[in-house]
């Protein structure tokens, strides 16, 4: 009874803060009151614990069933709703008694109020994974690699929408033949990361265009340039709110869409904007097509990361004329970081700038390619590898193709992976791999007063080798009005088409002529689709 006491005083203290009176460990305080008055007979404190676990449900998750802060954490809350319905399940009040607070009594308890959003939310957190059922690693979300567990892979992958949370998974398939890419636009809650337009990309295997998830060595893994996103003027994004889907068209037997904007994210920006058309040719030849837009600034930086889960070759067409130690803007390098380092000022450039080592720089004038292949597997006792790069037999690939512009400076560097397998039990090993158990990851600069720049990208991760003869920019595209790319592979090509909201006239290229904000079309893959 005392420590029920001291709860309610704690209570009636944080009220006037949400986070810590709706926190994602509160439920823990809504089980404690319930078994307390079942065991002293006080059922005001029963009611007491099932108002505020409803409350916790109706205060922190959103409409779509989301609980904002990530897919770790989701299931952490998850988890405790299901301790406090579980304790109440058949649950009936004393004979005659109605509660205090407002009149209200149960008579063998049933989750009916807000049951509905109680059971979407159940719903999504089983869908909150990769096709491999390896957890989908979203704000701060432990990986497969960080903490293994148990897998449930669904039965097949299909195209996954959270849009009051901002997040957008497309693709199909089943285990090592799915493809899943997914773009995320969500907002800052608690346990966010600052990733406004964030590209993660899950394909036959392995999550090969990684964002890193969760880490307790430091806060690296949290800004914006250890995501796969633009980043202006060097500077971290803000944090906000979610942002919009502008196009989005997911059907399971075609190409699909997403488009989404989220100019908030920097002050400097009127333009933030991007889109991913995955395209099936067949089993195992999927193709994603990346259109970035960004107007604002005076240096635009897009970003993208390798596979976190195990070291990978790189080989290039890039021809590097020089290398640098690391990218810090004071030219140091950062081999290491607290934990309580902060995720950076949005009006500083980033401090972990410095972590990025060994660049090698390239100041291209026509398409490039950079091809990111498995290493051979580890030792299963190496220190802090994860299943996936312990693990024997062929690995997935990925080809990256750039048309777009061509002449912005190519950076091809090393950078941190924050996944150390066992990292919660291995704390201080963890934090002294930092600055050595690095990947790959692509840098594609443009600097220049009041930059307006569209940055456009191939993705073909295959699970042999490459199969695209040819990807090309369609120049009969006015720039202005968007976009047109042909792909080649055998006798199957595609043409996509991308018409900016901005234009007022029709695109016209490659033999094909329309207004809708994306077109495909597809030969040589069974009927012209």
Avoid at 254 to 272: K, L, R
Avoid at 304 to 325: K, S
Avoid at 339 to 350: G, I, L, Y
Wanted: glycine letters at 10%; a negative charge.
């Amino acid at each position: 009874l005392f420590a029920a006491k001291i709860s309610l005083m704690k209570d009636a203290s944080r009220r006037v803060s949400p986070l810590h009176f709706y926190h994602n460990v509160a439920n823990y305080q809504s089980v404690t009151m319930i078994e307390i008055g079942m065991a002293i007979g006080c059922p005001e404190l029963v009611h007491y614990g099932v108002r505020k676990a409803l409350a916790i449900l109706r205060a922190t998750f959103m409409a779509d069933g989301m609980f904002p802060e990530s897919p770790s954490y989701m299931g952490q809350v998850m988890g405790q709703n299901s301790s406090v319905f579980g304790l109440m399940e058949g649950y009936s009040d004393p004979s005659g008694f109605a509660s205090d607070l407002d009149g209200s009594r149960f008579d063998v308890f049933e989750v009916a109020e807000d049951g509905a959003l109680y059971a979407r939310a159940r719903a999504l957190l089983s869908r909150l994974r990769f096709p491999d059922g390896t957890p989908l690693t979203v704000h701060d979300t432990w990986s497969h690699t960080t903490h293994t567990r148990t897998t449930h892979p669904p039965e097949a992958w299909s195209p996954l929408v959270i849009p009051d949370f901002g997040h957008v998974g497309l693709g199909w398939g089943k285990l090592d033949q799915a493809i899943a890419p997914h773009l995320h636009f969500s907002g800052f809650y608690n346990h966010g990361h600052l990733d406004m337009l964030n590209l993660n990309l899950w394909a036959y295997g392995d999550e090969l265009v990684s964002d890193l998830g969760y880490t307790h060595v430091g806060l690296y893994a949290r800004g914006t340039i250890s995501h796969n996103t633009v980043v202006i003027d060097s500077k971290p994004q803000r944090r906000g709110h979610a942002g919009s889907t502008l196009s989005l068209h997911a059907p399971t037997d075609a190409a699909q869409v997403v488009q989404a904007e989220g100019a908030h994210a920097y002050g400097v920006a009127s333009c933030y904007r991007r889109g991913i058309v995955v395209i099936p040719f067949g089993p195992g030849r999927d193709v994603v097509v990346d259109v970035f837009e960004v107007t604002g600034g005076d240096r635009h930086e897009w970003l993208a990361n390798g596979c976190a889960d195990y070291e990978q070759n790189l080989v290039t067409t890039l021809r590097p004329t020089e290398v640098l130690d690391n990218l810090g803007i004071d030219g140091k390098a950062v081999i290491s970081i607290g934990r309580n380092e902060p995720v950076a000022d949005t009006d500083k450039p980033s401090p972990f700038w410095g972590t990025f080592r060994e660049a090698r720089v390239t100041r291209p004038t026509e398409p490039w390619r950079v091809t990111f292949t498995a290493n051979d597997p580890v030792p299963p006792e190496s220190p802090g590898a994860g299943p996936r790069a312990t693990e024997k037999g062929p690995k997935p690939g990925l080809h990256l193709h750039w048309l777009a512009p061509t002449d912005a400076t190519a950076i091809l560097a090393r950078v941190p992976r924050c996944r150390y397998n066992g990292e919660l039990l291995h704390k201080e090993e963890a934090s002294a791999a930092f600055g050595r158990n690095m990947m790959h990851k692509v840098i594609v600069r443009r600097d220049g007063k009041g930059l307006d720049t569209t940055f456009l990208a191939v993705w073909e991760p295959f699970a042999r080798e490459p199969w695209l003869d040819s990807v090309e920019r369609l120049d009969t595209v006015p720039e202005a009005d968007g976009v047109g790319v042909r792909l080649k592979g055998g006798v199957q090509s595609a043409v996509v088409l991308y018409r900016r909201p901005e234009s007022t006239s029709p695109l016209s290229a490659g033999g094909l002529g329309s207004d809708a904000r994306y077109t495909v079309l597809r030969t040589g893959v069974g009927e012209q689709s």
